[in-house]
């Protein structure tokens, strides 16, 4: 069966939506989809996860020496509205993620960071199967008063920083939906 393609009158802009053809429903709204904590966390048995990390919405302290926090990296889909949004996770200095807490409920619209991506994301991968993106160097644009980060790659020859800057098709934001709806 063939992805049949929804399209919303004539705006150049529409409703990203899909037909899919493994499970037979209609998706609509831009692809939006998390990590529930940073890679190094699930590296934890279930004991030291209890005992050496603190994980919340929005941060992971592992040990007391690795810090995270949850941020939105967003790639555009041609012809969308909206942007693939991606909730990730990203490393921090202790200075800088100390910075973010106490600030956190403040407009932090003109800070940032410097961050590791922490996460897996189905469809890119570093060089073997399952690989995290723990080394992909990105900006972490902080926001609003409670709001999560932006976070851009810093520029490489990795697919995700391309992806970010250029945009992807809307065939292939269903090929990344569907790979993560349908493992």
Not at 14 to 32: V, Y
Not at 106 to 130: C, I
Request: glycine content about 8%.
């Amino acid at each position: 069966m063939a992805l049949s393609w929804l399209t919303a009158g004539s705006d150049p802009f529409k409703p990203f939506e899909f037909q899919c053809d493994l499970c037979g429903d209609l998706h609509k709204g831009s692809p939006s989809f998390a990590n529930d904590a940073p890679y190094s966390y699930y590296r934890l048995t279930k004991s030291e996860r209890t005992t050496q990390a603190q994980l919340t919405e929005d941060t992971c302290v592992i040990n007391g020496e690795s810090f995270f926090i949850r941020a939105t990296l967003e790639i555009p889909i041609d012809d969308a509205e909206d942007p693939f949004c991606w909730g990730v996770w990203v490393s921090q200095s202790e200075k800088s993620f100390n910075r973010y807490i106490d600030t956190f409920h403040e407009n932090q619209a003109e800070d940032g960071s410097f961050g590791w991506l922490a996460v897996t994301m189905p469809g890119y991968k570093r060089t073997g199967e399952g690989e995290p993106l723990e080394h992909l160097a990105c900006n972490v644009e902080w926001q609003d008063k409670g709001t999560r980060p932006l976070v851009f790659p810093h520029e490489c020859d990795h697919p995700l920083y391309g992806d970010v800057v250029d945009g992807i098709s809307w065939d292939r934001a269903v090929e990344l939906a569907k790979q993560i709806l349908h493992p």
